[in-house]
Every structure is written in structure tokens, then in C-alpha cells.
């Protein structure tokens, strides 16, 4: 099967997990490259594949951010840039700004029109027969209004949003519902939603959902984490890096990396002797994750997740409700203590009494044959029919689309 990757591209943790289903495809037997290839091993938990093909990644971009440089080093198969919606920050680059964030992207809508007609280019080019959807929201319009062929998979934990069981902090319920509202729209016209998740829940085969384990890098997994003397962070928004220097004034002996994605900045910042801010670079970022004493975030997913793994204390200071619902999930499964401003004498608290999370570790160990098994080829299929009803369906949303400009 070729296979081509979606994602979206805002933080860091979208673009990690499709480098690591990649990885877990190689790891299994089967060669990833850009043109197809059937190898004369397979791996036993999957004989069902001829062959496994990452034909093309394409990345939503933004003026805000850039992409990684790790992203393009670890990625093996080629990698184009779509514009796609986005966030803005406030006027001090910390929490997300609602009003301006709608007013931005509605000017631009023309732009992302063009975008949604060069996804579904792409999925005809590439003759891919299975896209792979990091929660890029104009990867559900494209299959709302274009109906491309190819199955769809959206992997995200932000799918979890949408299972009966999941836990939502107290908060604004109209804003809840734009989010739910927010992730179907990523997730129109998939076979299948894999919600990465801290810890076991039952799927909802009504919903075509599937609870899986996070997908850590191998770098991760390989890691022999020891506890140093230093506080490690990632700042999505570097504008909280005003709280971190505050904070390192009236503490100037505790040691401290940080890492941003702050545009225009060297690769690293250094404060003093005790304080640097680092430009996102993975290879760094995971070794001082492993070492770290504690770490603090904006609670992403995908880091939340490695700092559990490697037994570091969380400290999540959520920027928007994504990031809420993220790390009131986290807390519940035992990751640290969620705060609204970078209090880092929390985190030294907390530090002394954390205790490893043994059940977490068994469950991540578990992702790669969890995950697998739903790209199956012939379970793909099956579970992607194309009834009476969808049909009606399709066909009443492609006569809407006449009337939308699209």
C-alpha cells in the first residue's frame, strides 16, 4: 500500500508521531521509501502487507512558525508545505488570541481554497491509498468537498475529545464544543480515528474509534534516564520566557534549558552560566529531557508523554483549550500538576515526591503492534464500505459545495 502522510504543523508533537509511524513501519520489515517496494521479509504481526510505501509528507505551514530542521532529517520520504490555518498568539506571545486567530485565518480563506485543491491533487498523484492524518483540519474539508479515493487514518490525541469516557476539565462548554466540533471536521471521510491516549480505555465502534498507546521515538524508548540537577522546558509560545528569566532571577543557582521555536534567534540563547533558551532541536531536546531533574511545558501531548516515560515530574501550563483538556488528562494519569503561569517552585516540589509510572511504560511499550495492526490492508478495507447511506450523504454535502467557494 502507498501511504501518504498529512500533518499538521503547529508545536512539535504532530511532526514527531508521523516520524515515528515511519519508524514503526521500517522497525517491523518493511522498507519506507519514495517509490513502491516489496521486500522479501515481512514482519510476522504483518504478513497481510505486500508492501509499505511513504509516498510524499506534506506539512501545513504558517507565517508564525517554521518547520524543525529535525523534521526534514528524520523524515524519509520527500516533504512539501501547504498553508494551512493557525493559531495567533497575544500581544506578549503566551495564550492564544480567539478574536484575532478567526479574523486572520478568515482572510485568508482563499489561500486555503487553494491549499484543499492541491491536498487532493497530491492524493491523485501520488496514487496513495491510504492518507495518514495528523489533525490537519484541511485534510477532513478536502475529503469533505473533493471525495478523494484513498482511505483515511487520523492519528491525534485529540480524538480522545470524542470518546464517551474521556475526562474534560471544567471549562467553557460552548468552547468544548467548538473543539469537539473542531476534530470531527479533521476527521470527515476517515475509515478510522487512532486516539493516542496516557493510558487504556475500550474503543467506540460506533464512532470508528480505536484507543492506542502514545507513539514515542525509538530514541525515547532506547533512553536510561537519570535524574540531573537541572529543570528542563518547551515553550510553544516564547513569550512566556519573561516568566522563566523572572523566575531565574530570584533563583539564579537552579540550572535551567529551555527550548523555543522563537523566529530569528540563534540556536542558543544563554542567559548566564545557569539559564539558556535553545532553538527546537530534537536530538538536543531528548537528551536533556533524559538527564533532566523535572520538566515544565505548555502540555503538548507528545512531550508530556516523554517526560512520563523518562519518570520526569510535569509542570503544564496550558495556552489554550486543547492544551487544558491535554493536561487535565495528563494529571489524571499521574504526570504532575497543571498551573497558569510558570511557578517552577512547584515543580521542585513535586520533584521530590514523584514516583514512576510502571503501567504507563508497559502500555507505551505496547504501541507498536497496537498501532500496526489497524494498517492492515484487508482491515482497512473491510471497514471501509461505502453504504446507501453514505452515499445520500456524500452526495447531499458535494451539492452544498456548489454553493461555497471552494
Known amino acids: 500500500m502507498k501511504f501518504l502522510f498529512i500533518v499538521q504543523g503547529e508545536g512539535r508533537g504532530h511532526l514527531t508521531q508521523a516520524i515515528t509511524v515511519e519508524e514503526m513501519l521500517r522497525r517491523n520489515g518493511h522498507e519506507v521509501v519514495e517509490q513502491f517496494y516489496a521486500p522479501e521479509e515481512l514482519g510476522a504481526a504483518l504478513k497481510e ?3 509499505v510505501v511513504v509516498v510524499e509528507v506534506l506539512v501545513g505551514k504558517s507565517n508564525s512558525r517554521k518547520l ?14 501547504f498553508i494551512s490555518p493557525n493559531f495567533l498568539p497575544t500581544a506578549k506571545n503566551k495564550q492564544v488570541n480567539l478574536l484575532k486567530s478567526i479574523g486572520y485565518n478568515v482572510l485568508r480563506l482563499h489561500k486555503y481554497t487553494a491549499s484543499i485543491h492541491y491536498i487532493n491533487r497530491m492524493i491523485k498523484e501520488t496514487g496513495a491509498d491510504v492518507v495518514v492524518n495528523f489533525y490537519e ?6 475529503y ?8 483515511m487514518v487520523c492519528i491525534a490525541h485529540q480524538y480522545l475529545f470524542l470518546h464517551p ?16 466540533f473542531f476534530t470531527r471536521v479533521t476527521a470527515i471521510g476517515a475509515t478510522k480515528k487512532l486516539a493516542l491516549s496516557f493510558r487504556k480505555m475500550r474503543e ?17 524508548i532506547n533512553k536510561t534516564p537519570r535524574k540531573g540537577n537541572y529543570l528542563h522546558g518547551y515553550l510553544l509560545n516564547s513569550g512566556f520566557s519573561e516568566e522563566v528569566k523572572e523566575w531565574h532571577t530570584a533563583h539564579p543557582e537552579v540550572p535551567m534549558h529551555f527550548f523555543w521555536d522563537k523566529k530569528d534567534q540563534r540556536a542558543e540563547v544563554k542567559i548566564d552560566d545557569c539559564l539558556s533558551f535553545h532553538q527546537l532541536d530534537d536530538t538536543l531536546f531528548l537528551r536533556y529531557m533524559s538527564g533532566a531533574k523535572a520538566y515544565a511545558t505548555t502540555a503538548g501531548f507528545e512531550s508530556v508523554c516523554e517526560a512520563m516515560y ?17 493536561a487535565y488528562d495528563a494529571s489524571l494519569s499521574g504526570a504532575g500538576v497543571v498551573a497558569d503561569c510558570f511557578d517552577l517552585d512547584v515543580l521542585l516540589s513535586i520533584s521530590e515526591s514523584h514516583v514512576e509510572n510502571p503501567v504507563f511504560r508497559h502500555w507505551v511499550k505496547q504501541a507498536d503492534w497496537l498501532i500496526l495492526r489497524e494498517f492492515r490492508e484487508d482491515l482497512l478495507r473491510e471497514e471501509h464500505p461505502v453504504t446507501s447511506l453514505g452515499r445520500i450523504t456524500t452526495n447531499w454535502v458535494a451539492r452544498l459545495g456548489r454553493f461555497l467557494p471552494i
Do not use: W, Y
Open 49 to 51: 502487507f505486500d508492501a
Open 310 to 326: 523518562l519518570n520526569k515530574p510535569v509542570l503544564m501550563v496550558p495556552t489554550h483549550i486543547e492544551q487544558a483538556c491535554n
Open 68 to 81: 524543525p530542521g529535525f523534521f526534514n532529517r528524520s523524515i524519509h520520504a520527500p516533504v512539501k508545505r
Open 144 to 151: 469533505l468537498f473533493c471525495r478523494p479515493k484513498a482511505m
Open 137 to 142: 483540519l484541511l485534510t477532513g474539508l478536502t
Open 165 to 180: 469516557d474521556f475526562s474534560f476539565p471544567k471549562l467553557n462548554a460552548v468552547s468544548l464544543s467548538l473543539l469537539k
Open 204 to 220: 467506540v465502534p460506533a464512532d470508528k474509534m480505536v484507543v492506542v498507546p502514545p507513539l514515542l521515538r525509538k530514541e525515547i
